[in-house]
């Protein structure tokens, strides 16, 4: 299939540390340090700002006013500190996973958060049951299309204000069978403009990805709903959906997008007492979980790709132990060895 010949070319971008600093106006590293130190359960002293940073007392309130320029939203408590209370979602991206990970552990809020109330999963039935009953087919027939093609992880509450609208046309587009034209932002933030044929759209890790036929690519892709820009159906174009898909069996045992045609791999893991509660409260696609005696956490659960878990499990390798499987053991190590070789 060829590619839209309306699409404009690709834009250059700045890298996202580029993207920080000309934005804001402070260095990357600095700026993240300070966001770090300001999501935190008390407010933070200046002085330890400063130290920490090895900056001044005026360069601290400079990057605080800069912040909040940008939207981010800094409380200042008289004799305490400062602590971080808002961050807008368009930063996010931005962000590296373990920040933004700090900061909705923490209950800052963000645009992300917006929907703390509503049921993931209500919300999803809600926008199908608004795109069948627009649809001008057979309703039930493709209302389980609709089944097989939206999954979520059971027990998350938030939902992306700005999925909402992108989720509803990802939706339409599979229910119409017309592709869906979007600029992408991607973790790099260099920005591409994709046409996709939707086929399913699943819900994992506080993010809503459409998952289908890529036709730059020419191969099936993921995307995040929050990195995707003016997103709009293509009404004179079509495409054939495939009605044996089911993303259900497509991510078989993935802990999130990742995915592979084969068996899920078993794995065993524990965790060291520090982040015993946190792991115990993560949805593992299978398994168990037991504390032990001596405050840690063992889980039991499976894999469906080697790199997804290792990539996962690499920020809090300091405390976990892998008891199985080796492969995974391995992929651990070549990437503590990457991380030590650009440290050198």
């Known amino acids: 299939m060829r590619y839209h010949p309306a699409m404009p070319r690709r834009a250059r971008a700045l890298s996202p540390e580029d993207q920080l600093n000309s934005s804001i106006g402070i260095h990357a590293h600095h700026l993240l340090t300070f966001l770090r130190l300001l999501a935190s359960e008390e407010p933070i002293p200046s002085g330890q700002l400063e130290e920490t940073l090895g900056v001044s007392d005026r360069t601290v309130r400079r990057y605080k006013e800069a912040l909040e320029r940008e939207g981010f939203q800094i409380e200042t408590r008289r004799g305490q500190g400062y602590q971080l209370k808002y961050v807008p979602a368009q930063w996010l991206p931005f962000l590296p ?48 299309r609709l089944e097989r093609a939206v999954k979520t992880e059971a027990g998350l509450r938030r939902l992306s204000r700005q999925a909402v609208p992108h989720l509803k046309l990802c939706l339409e587009a599979i229910v119409r069978e017309k592709p869906v034209a979007f ?17 399913g759209c699943l819900y994992t890790a506080d993010t809503w990805y ?6 730059l690519r020419k191969a099936r892709r993921n995307f995040a709903l929050e990195r995707m820009q003016d997103v709009r159906l293509m009404h004179h174009d079509l495409y054939k959906y495939p009605e044996d898909f089911d993303i259900n069996k497509l991510f078989r045992g993935a802990w ?38 001596d405050g840690r956490l063992r889980v039991k659960t499976s894999y469906a790709d080697v790199n997804e878990a290792a990539r996962w499990l690499a920020p809090y ?5 892998v008891v199985y499987p080796d492969d995974l053991k391995n992929a651990l190590r070549e990437k503590a060895q990457g991380i030590l070789s650009r440290l050198a």
Do not use: C, N
Not at 317 to 321: E, F, L, N, S, Y
């Open 97 to 144: 996973s373990s920040v933004r990970t700090q900061i909705m552990t923490l209950g800052v809020m963000t645009e992300v958060a917006a929907l703390p109330a509503m049921q993931v999963q209500k919300v999803a039935t809600q926008l199908l049951d608004e795109v069948v009953r627009d649809a001008s087919r057979d309703s039930e027939a493709l209302r389980k």
């Open 183 to 199: 600029r992408y932002i991607d973790s790099k933030a260099q920005p591409t403009e994709r046409v996709l044929e939707p086929h």
């Open 210 to 215: 459409v998952i289908g036929y890529d036709r």
């Open 256 to 293: 999130g997008i990742w995915r592979q045609d084969g068996l899920p791999t078993p794995t065993e893991f524990v965790v060291d007492p520090q982040l015993a509660q946190y792991f115990g409260e993560i949805e593992f696609p299978t398994g168990e979980k037991r504390r032990q005696r």
């Open 317 to 321: 390798a300091d405390a976990i132990t």
